[in-house]
T-cell receptor, first 107, second 113 residues
Framework: EDQVTQSPEALRLQEGESSSLNCSYTVSGLRGLFWYRQDPGKGPEFLFTLYSAGEEKEKERLKATLTKKESFLHITAPKPEDSATYLC????????FGKGTRLHILP | GAVVSQHPSRVICKSGTSVKIECRSLDFQATTMFWYRQFPKQSLMLMATSNEGSKATYEQGVEKDKFLINHASLTLSTLTVTSAHPEDSSFYICSGELSYEQYFGPGTRLTVT
């Protein structure tokens, strides 16, 4: 059965303190791995799609990487406005979302 | 680009009534749209996949007679919650697929009293 597990559930960082969010997955035939940002009471905002192990993508302070078992979302020198829930989803036979990591950046 | 809207953003209805939620892709054509529901601090749960001009495909455990989905055009899909009950209260989110990626609407908060 396809599964997605995100860790940690919640993360509090000081402004400027870099860290990584993890998305571990098991899927039969990965067709794509997606990262989204979701603010409270809003729909997810698309960030990245990764298709194959070794692939990396960057956007501002965020960088997503992919291996055969997991993906990392690295956040470099975060700012308070980066506070949000970050969701990972994998597309195998169907698209499955993880529960997300609630990220809080303290000024 | 790839903007999806939903209407209404919030709705309160009485138990036993029906409510319709619209999902529109504003700047692209979405052959496929998806409907999700999300409980507080929980993951998005896929309810159904909607393809323009054909019947929706429902996930296991989702009652298709209760959650009616219509995808009449390449830019509009609707979800009708029929005979709503308090347990149907949730955050409903739709998405449109473009180039294999999903772009989400802002969500609709449904409260059934």
């Amino acid at each position: 059965e396809d599964q997605v597990t995100q860790s940690p559930e919640a993360l509090r960082l000081q402004e400027g303190e870099s860290s990584s969010l993890n998305c571990s997955y098991t899927v039969s035939g990965l067709r794509g791995l997606f990262w989204y940002r979701q603010d409270p009471g809003k729909g997810p905002e698309f960030l990245f799609t990764l298709y194959s192990a070794g692939e990396e993508k960057e956007k501002e302070r965020l960088k997503a990487t992919l291996t055969k078992k997991e993906s990392f979302l690295h956040i470099t020198a975060p700012k308070p406005e980066d506070s949000a829930t970050y969701l990972c989803a994998v597309h195998g036979d169907k698209i499955i979302f993880g529960k997300g990591t609630r990220l809080h950046i303290l000024p | 680009g790839a903007v999806v809207s939903q209407h209404p953003s919030r709705v309160i209805c009485k138990s036993g009534t029906s409510v319709k939620i619209e999902c529109r892709s504003l700047d692209f054509q979405a052959t496929t749209m998806f409907w999700y529901r999300q409980f507080p601090k929980q993951s998005l749960m896929l309810m159904a996949t909607s393809n323009e001009g054909s019947k929706a495909t429902y996930e296991q455990g989702v009652e298709k007679d209760k959650f009616l989905i219509n995808h009449a055009s390449l830019t509009l899909s609707t979800l009708t919650v029929t005979s709503a009950h308090p347990e149907d209260s949730s955050f409903y989110i739709c998405s449109g697929e473009l180039s294999y990626e999903q772009y989400f609407g802002p969500g609709t908060r449904l409260t059934v009293t």
